[in-house]
């Protein structure tokens, strides 16, 4: 079957997408946009509605690099809600596995790669980016080589496993004058973002604190989670690194020293190469202070609370594919007052993919570019550094960090 406009029937039947409407799947632009006459009354709110969609042939198309646990439970299923990407091609070691795949996706069976035949991903054209989803000691390499085969690359978080890797990535993409993204998908999600634009308009006061958890407990030692090459570091770099990225974008600001401290049970074989915890406080120049902690055997438990002078927030779960939930406290006439913030969950998966994509489409810098995960390795080996001479770790400032801030619907 012809894949790069299939009938919008078999759009439908494949991408098994309830959230899609056709009018959406057609519509180009703003003018191709289906409109209604509003049926409430002024008492109620406006009706919202989803910006249009690209159509089929004209979305950027994505290769899915490793057929894991994000790719399959995520990625792929949201792109179900995705305005401006497809899937158009998946390398994997595993071919049975990926053919089950390429049909439930209507992707064709010559787009199924295996890792050997990477650089063929240089002659499919439908192919315009990749979306790699491998261990963290893996997204180097497959930087550099999808760089090289002429695709743009959105690379899944933690960036890699030094910043040597991060800069080889970023000089890569660079040459070959390519996008790349690092998955950081709390900056695409509505709930954080309705808070760092609090913060930038000054909601909270000035900022002093900010305190974070995310911890998991792992279970076989033999994930290659724990093993130093593929994973790079324990529990700070999979899931700490949310509570440091989430401190810095939040903020707005970059850390000029920090304390770290590593742990691990001895005897545990699941923290023989990698720490099982690491404990750490980032100083930013305004004198705000995070403190975070994070574990790879503690019970599942994700949240922060950032403390501003007049009011504090508190997202509790953070860093969750769902369910987040944001609280703010202040003091309203004389008595404190906590409210619930409530907004309308998106899937975070393809409002970071769209976003990519309007990038490439656009020629636009995005977000959260190879420079925003250099910043946070340099970081992390900071903290490692201290942990490992006892001491207090100084810090320069980044020279770049982040692109310019997507637009606040889904894709912008
Ligand atoms: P996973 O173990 O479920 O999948 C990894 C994939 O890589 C598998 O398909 C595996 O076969 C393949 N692979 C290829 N070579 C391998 C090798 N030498 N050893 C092990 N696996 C190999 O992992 P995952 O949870 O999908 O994580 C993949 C990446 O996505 C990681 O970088 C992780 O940090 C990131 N991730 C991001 C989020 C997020 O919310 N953004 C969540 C989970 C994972």
């Known amino acids: 079957m012809k894949h790069s406009q299939p009938p919008r029937r078999d759009f439908l039947r494949y991408m098994g997408t309830l959230a899609l409407s056709a009018p959406a799947v057609a519509a180009a632009n703003d003018q191709d946009k289906v409109t209604f006459p509003p049926i409430y009354d002024k008492s109620e709110k406006p009706e919202q509605t989803e910006p249009p969609a690209d159509p089929w042939n004209e979305r950027v198309g994505v290769a899915i690099v490793g057929l894991g646990r994000i790719s399959v439970n995520e990625m792929l299923p ?20 990926g053919l089950k795949i390429a049909h439930q996706y209507n992707i064709p069976e010559a787009n199924v790669l295996d890792y050997r035949d990477f650089e063929k991903l240089a002659q499919i054209p439908d192919v315009q980016a990749v979306y790699i989803a491998l261990p963290n000691g893996m997204h180097a390499e497959y930087t550099t080589r999808a760089a090289r085969a002429g695709k743009h690359v959105l690379c899944e978080k933690p960036m890699a496993n030094s910043v040597a890797e991060c ?11 390519k996008k790349l993204m690092i998955a950081y998908r709390s900056q695409y999600e509505p709930m954080d973002r309705a808070l760092a634009k609090m913060v930038r308009e000054k909601k909270l006061g000035a900022l002093k604190e900010f305190s974070s958890v995310n911890s998991q407990d792992m279970g076989d030692p033999q994930h290659w989670r724990l093993k130093r090459k593929l994973a790079g570091g324990g529990a700070l ?12 974008f939040l903020s707005g600001e970059e850390p000029s020293e920090v304390i770290g401290n590593t742990w691990s049970t001895p005897g545990d074989p699941r ?8 404990q750490f406080i980032l100083r930013f120049p305004s004198g705000f202070m995070a403190s975070c902690s994070t574990s790879y055997a503690a019970h599942k438990s994700q949240f922060f609370r950032l403390n501003g002078a007049e009011a504090w927030a508190e997202m509790d779960p953070a860093y969750a594919y769902h369910g987040l939930k944001l609280k703010v406290t202040r003091v309203v006439d004389g008595k404190e007052q906590a409210s619930d913030i409530q907004i309308e969950e998106k899937n975070q998966f393809a409002a970071e993919m769209d976003h990519f994509a309007q990038c490439v489409r656009q020629d636009k810098e995005p977000h959260t570019p190879g420079e925003e995960g250099l910043q946070d390795q340099r970081i992390m080996e900071a903290i490692y550094e201290s942990a490992r001479k006892g001491r207090p770790v100084k810090l320069s400032p980044p020279q770049h960090t982040r692109g310019p801030e997507p637009q ?3 894709g912008g």
């Open 237 to 248: 770099p999979d899931v700490g690194l949310y509570c440091l990225n989430a401190a810095r």
């Open 167 to 177: 800069q080889q990535m970023i000089d890569a993409c660079k040459k070959a004058g």
């Open 408 to 410: 606040d619907q889904q």
């Open 271 to 278: 923290f023989r190469e990698v720490e099982e915890s690491c």
């Open 78 to 97: 949201a792109f179900a809600q995705s305005k401006h990407a497809k899937p158009v091609a998946l390398v994997t070691g595993d071919r049975a596995k």
